[in-house]
């Protein structure tokens, strides 16, 4: 049986699958890159073991969506540079939203390539 095959029959329910790596890049710097991830409306949210933590820095800001919960943020620190409230995740996602616990998705001027 093709490898391809195996894998798609044994992945996560949800998940895309792509040949290449998704990566999120913030200032020249990949902070986070899988080959497994979720993509909710637009956003692709990587598995919190993707990240490269040595980047990033919890935030006190919170947000409330409808659907998913409440959001909570990390702020992106490089080479002296902070980008804040730049990857947000949902600690506790409404049951609508599970597929993304433990995932974090990103904005404000981080690239996300996949």
């Known amino acids: 049986m ?23 890049v913030w200032n020249g710097i990949v902070i986070a890159e899988s080959d ?8 692709v949210y990587f598995p919190e073991a993707a ?6 820095r919890p935030s006190s800001t919170t947000s409330t969506c409808p659907w ?9 620190f490089s080479e002296g540079q902070e980008n804040p409230d ?3 995740y949902y ?16 904005w404000r001027g981080v690239e996300v390539e996949k």
């Open 2 to 24: 093709p490898l391809f095959v195996f894998v798609l029959r044994n992945r996560k329910p949800g998940t895309d699958v792509d040949s290449n790596m998704a990566k999120a």
């Open 36 to 43: 497994t991830y979720e993509t909710v409306e637009g956003n």
């Open 51 to 56: 990240l490269k933590r040595e980047f990033f």
């Open 68 to 76: 998913k919960g409440q959001a909570r943020y990390y702020s992106l």
């Open 86 to 88: 730049a990857a947000w």
């Open 91 to 106: 600690p506790n996602p409404s049951p609508a939203a599970r597929k993304i616990k433990n995932h974090v998705a990103f």
